[in-house]
């Protein structure tokens, strides 16, 4: 095996392991949602946001404001405009969850949240 291919395996292996930590599996999906609560200022809002991978029980996110940890927000991911057809879901209801972490990223800010309630 190459130094190469004896990296890649080794790469492979930390990061197998530290997956391997989770409870659950982690989705690099990005699904447009609506956040509802109190910003840094204590300030109420409502804001589309977009997540930038999801799991059972939790999300990373990007908010256009501070928030607070732990405070505790509303996520709702809109209802397509088709769903007269049996195949598309009317919506999904709103899901709390609990600000775990904040940082900013530019003009955005990145926010990990864990729900209240696994979804799934």
Do not use: W
């Given at each position: 095996?190459s130094?190469?291919e ?5 790469h ?5 392991s ?18 509802r ?10 804001e589309?946001?977009?997540t ?13 404001r501070?928030l ?7 996520l ?10 049996g195949?598309v ?5 709103p ?13 955005v800010q ?11």
């Amino acid at each position: 095996m190459s130094v190469k291919e004896t990296a890649t395996h080794h790469h492979i292996g930390i990061v197998q392991s530290y997956e391997e930590r989770r409870r659950f599996q982690r989705l690099r999906l990005q699904v447009p949602m609506f956040i509802r609560g109190r910003d840094t200022h204590g300030e109420q809002f409502l804001e589309l946001a977009k997540t930038l991978d999801i799991s059972a029980i939790g999300a990373f996110i990007t908010s256009p404001r501070p928030l607070a940890i732990n405070e505790t927000i509303t996520l709702t991911i809109p209802a397509p405009s088709i769903t007269s057809s049996g195949l598309v879901p009317a919506g999904m209801p709103p899901i709390q969850a609990k600000v775990k972490r904040c940082q900013e990223a530019g003009d955005v800010q990145l926010i990990g949240v864990e729900f209240l309630k696994p979804i799934g």
